[in-house]
């Protein structure tokens, strides 16, 4: 999910006030002295990308010209790069197919009504595919199988539009000018929400993941098993456990949970990854949202200071849902949000089990959760927080996997060690413990105990003198290479104490992407090199880097999001916010990572009016290509959205996921042709 300036203070930052570099100041001496910026037109390059020069703006292209641009080149995947489009349909490049494959309110079980958004309920919704699909897994059926045409789809619901949902929703406001108002004066929204208890239990039942069987048939047509037992949703009431250090710690008790192990439900699910015996891990990331306030609870609480960290609003939310539900007000139920921001897995092929809250994992805003089995057997779980100026981690557990014994790993999470990154201007890196009584993380430091240092991992990212990213997104290890890429999607606030809502000083507007590789390609080590992949933006505007790549050839890209490999370990990349900065939609970029074609950025697939990309995958031969267009619309109403892609006439916009094939539905996705 974007990380979106709503008017008012709920989602102020206030990160950024802890220890460590800023990774632009490491990053614009790293570049000044490698001479990287040689190839981004000099003091252009290094005002982009530092802040230890003049603090400059970088402008929002224009139309013209896009010269990075290669339509007609066939790249060296093997199909025809497409050009930059703001257009009301999909589009794919030539010698492909898409559908939108499973919407917003499409039935997955027996029995569930078909989609009517003028009658939505959350009996209905839970019954349903849920809304804002995002992070997608392909599990092959049977378990444990490689199979190509029969698995499970697990898809996360990150967050619901419900202006774009329900009719009424917004009124106008009576109060709303356009004219000016004073610096000070609070912002007054054009329109006010009008949330029902009906309206409320719809969005809960839409939030969450759906799990879908899905099988292709002889003729090559994907479908839904309907029928299917392992058909399922977890929504924001589904019950869950807490395990790991921070399970029973006072701070996770609340009136309806004393115990602190029990939750109810999930909330803003983005990226997620699946492990190597077969459980999938699902990341809450804006929880923040959701509670409301926090002037009440009291700047003496003991709960404030972690709530501000995260940009829990003082006083009402935006969605009202404490109106309704108190555990989401702060002031009755000050402990909620602490239940919140965790990596969840359970598993995909049990539809009984009870999904866990991984506190071991640590508690942030939660992008990516890609798994690699280190060469003692140990097994690395890579994660990012999404905000600016946090950090990237991953965890190390303390057993081993076994191959043998998928019985015998599925409590793995709960054991071993987190870790939070600092990346050096040589090049080098540390991985650095997060571990109750070492260093800084002692009680005299707020730290009483592990349970503290995971609840409050921003704290304790502070502590040690992490380096402060610019939005950490998917963090994923390539199966080819076992180079592990941090995305960082962009960065319009670099320093905090300097930015207010309405005058941002906009440094990383394209974002960029690093490449890692670890000391002795030890996945569980804690020393690491780093090189920079990519920087986005416009080529033509001298401030980028494709991996070497020439900038005459590759295309414009811009707030890289989520990625994925496919099997030859190029790297596809999708966008979040690029029609910001671009006269373009969101899109679905690949690069090679090895060879000649190292860092040719290509642009495959381009999206909607207000719709992000998010969550590609691939089956296992390559053959089919999932990929989320989650709220498209975003920015309108639902009598006036952006779009009503995919239904057209009448309907609201619904978020889906997307079925590319090439058009020889054997051929691997990304070579075909036209």
């Known amino acids: 999910m974007p990380f979106i300036d709503y008017e008012g203070d709920k989602h102020r930052v206030l990160s950024g006030n802890g220890r460590g570099d800023t990774f632009q100041d490491v990053l614009g001496r790293r570049l000044s002295r490698r001479g990287l910026v040689k190839v981004a037109a000099g003091s252009t390059a290094a005002a982009a990308v530092s802040v230890t020069g003049p603090r400059l703006t970088v402008a929002a292209q224009t139309a013209t010209p896009v010269a990075g641009n290669p339509v007609g080149r066939v790249g060296a995947l093997g199909f025809e790069p497409i050009a930059l489009d703001a257009g009301d349909s999909p589009v794919v ?354 730290f009483a105990s592990q349970a503290d240092v995971v609840i409050d991992a921003r704290f304790a990212g502070d502590a040690v003198g992490a380096t402060k990213m610019d939005r950490p997104e998917d963090f994923e290890a390539n199966p080819v290479t076992g180079k592990v890429y941090l995305v960082l999607t962009n960065n319009n606030q670099r320093e905090i104490d300097q930015v207010d809502e309405a005058n941002p000083r906009i440094n990383n507007l394209h974002g960029h992407i690093i490449e890692i590789t670890e000391e002795n390609d030890d996945h569980a080590g804690t020393t690491f090199t780093w090189e920079m992949f990519l920087l986005a933006g416009d080529p033509a505007q001298g401030s980028t880097y494709f991996g070497g790549f020439s900038r005459d050839e590759v295309s414009p890209i811009s707030s890289p999001d989520n990625i994925t490999f496919d099997v030859d370990g190029n790297l596809w990349i999708s966008t979040d916010g690029m029609p910001n900065n671009l006269p373009g939609n969101d899109g679905l970029f690949v690069a090679p990572t090895e060879g000649e074609a190292r860092g040719h950025v290509q642009q495959f697939f381009s999206s909607v009016p207000g719709g992000e990309v998010s969550g590609p995958v691939f089956n296992p031969d390559n053959s089919a290509l999932f990929v989320s267009i989650q709220h498209p619309g975003e920015g309108g109403t639902y009598k006036e959205p952006m779009t009503r892609w995919p239904d057209g006439g009448s309907a609201p916009p619904r978020p889906s996921v997307v079925l590319i094939q090439a058009r020889d539905g054997t051929a691997r996705v990304g070579n075909g042709r036209g």
Not at 255 to 260: C, E, L, P, W
């Open 93 to 446: 490049a030539p010698g492909h197919t898409m559908t939108a494959f499973l919407r917003w309110g499409d039935p997955i079980m027996s029995g569930a009504p078909g989609f009517d958004p003028a009658a939505q309920s959350a009996a209905a919704q839970e019954m349903q595919f849920g809304y804002n699909c995002d992070w997608i897994e392909f599990m092959p059926l049977p378990q444990g199988s490689d199979s190509n045409d029969h698995g499970l789809l697990v898809v996360n619901h990150e967050y619901t539009n419900p202006e774009l949902m329900f009719p009424g929703y917004l009124t106008a406001n009576p109060e709303y000018t356009e004219a000016p108002v004073a610096d000070d004066a609070p912002p007054v929204p054009e329109f006010l929400t009008n949330p029902t208890k009906e309206i409320v239990d719809t969005e809960l039942a839409a939030h969450g993941l759906s799990v879908v069987e899905v099988r292709r048939d002889e003729a090559g047509a994907w479908r839904v098993v309907l029928d299917s037992p392992y058909n399922r949703r977890l929504t924001a009431t589904t019950p869950m456990s807490v395990s790991g250090p921070a399970a029973g710690n006072a701070r996770m008790q609340t009136a309806a949970d004393t115990t602190g192990r029990e939750v109810t439900g999930t909330l803003n699910n983005c990226a997620g990854g699946k492990t190597p015996w077969g459980t999938v891990i699902s990341g809450e990331e804006n929880f923040q949202q959701y509670f409301a306030n926090l002037e009440a609870l009291g700047a003496d609480a003991p709960a404030y200071a972690s709530h501000e960290r995260f940009g829990i609003t003082e006083g009402s939310s935006e969605r009202r849902w404490e109106e309704f539900y108190e555990r989401f007000d702060v002031a009755q139920e000050p402990n909620e949000p602490f239940r919140y921001g965790w990596g969840i897995e359970f598993d995909p092929y049990d539809p009984e089990s009870t999904p866990k809250k991984r506190t071991a994992l640590g508690r942030n805003k939660h992008e990516g959760h890609t798994s690699f089995v280190a060469p003692e057997g140990q097994v690395v779980i890579y994660s990012g927080d999404d905000e600016r100026f946090e950090y990237a981690y991953k965890f190390v557990t303390a057993d081993r996997f076994n191959p043998d014994d998928r019985a015998a790993n599925l409590d793995l999470l709960d054991e071993g060690t987190l870790y939070v990154a600092r990346f050096n201007d040589d090049g080098t890196g540390e991985w650095l413990p997060l571990v109750h009584g070492q260093g800084e993380l002692t009680e005299a430091n707020g």
